[in-house]
Nanobody, 123 residues
Framework: HVQLVESGGGSVQAGGSLRLSCGAS????????VGWLRQAPGKEREGVAA????????VYANSVLGRFTISKDNDKNTVYLQMSRLKPEDTGMYYC?????????????????WGQGTQVTVS
């Protein structure tokens, strides 16, 4: 069983930065994809960024390209989302998700395991 725990959310002014972390228990990194997805009130959950294990291949939503960076630390079983130049429209609950034997994907329906989420508010 895989458990994912997010941290690093908070409130920030527009133009600021935050770094989210996703720690995983269980061995999912041999052949998997870990992604960050977000959901704003009244909107569908959307993929933001994803990273493939073990290759490190990444994919980003157009809305965050050039502002967000996803990375991984294999030794710590952790995936990060560095968010810069934040905008009010980046506000939402951010979820870490993982899928086994999965190519990098931004589609929520592809993921098998989900964290509880961490709130990001940009004003």
């Amino acid at each position: 069983h895989v458990q994912l725990v997010e941290s690093g959310g908070g409130s920030v002014q527009a133009g600021g930065s935050l770094r989210l972390s996703c720690g995983a228990s269980g061995s999912i990194y041999g052949d998997a994809c870990v992604g960050w997805l977000r959901q704003a009130p009244g909107k569908e959950r959307e993929g933001v960024a994803a990273i493939r294990f073990p290759s490190g291949t990444t994919v980003y939503a157009n809305s965050v390209l050039g502002r967000f960076t996803i990375s991984k630390d294999n030794d710590k079983n952790t995936v990060y989302l560095q968010m810069s130049r934040l905008k009010p429209e980046d506000t939402g609950m951010y979820y870490c998700a993982a899928g086994m034997a999965l190519d990098q994907t931004l589609s929520a329906r592809d993921y098998q395991y989900w964290g509880q989420g961490t709130q990001v508010t940009v004003s």
